[in-house]
């Protein structure tokens, strides 16, 4: 066999492979991202209940609910669009009424960070892909 010949086979074979590896991780990623409407929850104080669900359209969270009591209500509830903070609702008290609405990110990080620094990192984000939250 000739030389030219021996390398197109061995660029061809490289070719076929890193098209499998790539597969292999395309397949990876999709699994990780939910169906359009699944919901997602993460347990937060690792007691067995979830503590954080967002609820998903298959690419960005549309919804976020916080228990940030642990009493297995949500308390705070985090509306986004296209993977951008629009709202959110705070019951301060937890009798099952809101008292605090925020429009302005801004202001609900500052609550978020002064009154329950631990949900941080699961409700303060500078997006909402689904892709980039880990549950
Ligand atoms: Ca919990
Ligand atoms: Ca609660």
Same mark, same amino acid.
């Given at each position: 066999?000739?030389? *030219?010949?021996?390398?197109?086979?061995?660029?061809?074979?490289?070719?076929?492979?890193?098209?499998?590896?790539?597969?292999?991780?395309?397949?990876?990623?999709?699994?990780?991202?939910?169906?359009? #409407?699944?919901?997602?929850?993460?347990?937060?104080?690792?007691? #067995?209940?979830?503590?954080?669900?967002?609820?998903?359209?298959?690419?960005?969270?549309?919804?976020?609910?916080?228990?940030?009591?642990?009493?297995?209500?949500?308390?705070?509830?985090?509306?986004?669009?296209?993977?951008?903070? *629009?709202?959110?609702?705070?019951?301060?008290?937890?009798?099952?009424?809101?008292?605090?609405?925020?429009?302005?990110?801004?202001?609900?990080?500052?609550?978020?960070?002064? &009154? &329950?620094?631990?949900?941080?990192?699961?409700?303060?984000?500078?997006?909402?892909?689904?892709?980039?939250?880990?549950?």
């Amino acid at each position: 066999m000739k030389k *030219e010949a021996s390398a197109a086979i061995i660029f061809l074979f490289v070719l076929f492979c890193l098209n499998i590896y790539s597969g292999y991780c395309q397949a990876q990623v999709t699994t990780a991202v939910p169906a359009k #409407g699944e919901i997602k929850t993460f347990d937060l104080n690792k007691d #067995g209940n979830p503590d954080v669900t967002y609820h998903t359209d298959g690419k960005y969270v549309t919804k976020a609910e916080a228990d940030t009591n642990y009493d297995g209500k949500p308390d705070v509830v985090v509306h986004t669009k296209d993977g951008k903070f *629009e709202s959110a609702e705070v019951d301060t008290n937890h009798d099952g009424v809101t008292e605090k609405k925020f429009s302005d990110v801004k202001a609900f990080n500052e609550w978020l960070n002064e &009154n &329950n620094p631990d949900f941080n990192d699961h409700l303060n984000r500078p997006d909402w892909d689904i892709t980039l939250l880990k549950f």
